[in-house]
Nanobody
Framework: VQLQASGGGLVQAGASLRLSCAVS????????AGWFRQAPGKEREFVSA??????YYANSVKGRFTISRDNAKNTVYLQMDSLKPEDTAVYFC??????????????????WGQGTQVTVSS
């Protein structure tokens, strides 16, 4: 299984970005998909996940970020609006088979993309 994340960049506060994660080697519809991020000197943290038709968000991004998936393209997206400097991090996509109670845990995902840098300037 390979995951290829893309779409990061350098933007100003208030701008938008859309991250994409193309999955190959597995049928995406059979898995949960998640986005995590890691800022310098900090632990990897949960951002959002899509599982069994339901979406989940960290409180820090709720209302600003939207996760979606296109099963025909085997791709997961993260639409990020109203970006803030504190959103600056490397963003990782992941797929796996977590249950609802564990989908916020990075250890619940079996396959990871390489990460894409998002930098938000003030």
């Amino acid at each position: 299984v390979q995951l290829q994340a893309s779409g990061g960049g350098l933007v100003q506060a208030g701008a938008s970005l859309r991250l994409s994660c193309a999955v190959s080697g597995r049928t995406l519809s059979n898995y949960a998909a998640g986005w995590f991020r890691q800022a310098p000197g900090k632990e990897r943290e949960f951002v959002s996940a899509f599982r069994l038709g339901n979406t989940y968000y960290a409180n820090s991004v709720k209302g600003r970020f939207t996760i979606s998936r296109d099963n025909a393209k085997n791709t997961v997206y993260l639409q990020m609006d109203s970006l803030k400097p504190e959103d600056t991090a490397v963003y990782f996509c992941a797929v796996g088979t977590p249950i609802t109670s564990t989908l916020r845990l990075a250890s619940s995902y079996s396959h990871w993309g390489q990460g894409t840098q998002v930098t938000v300037s003030s």
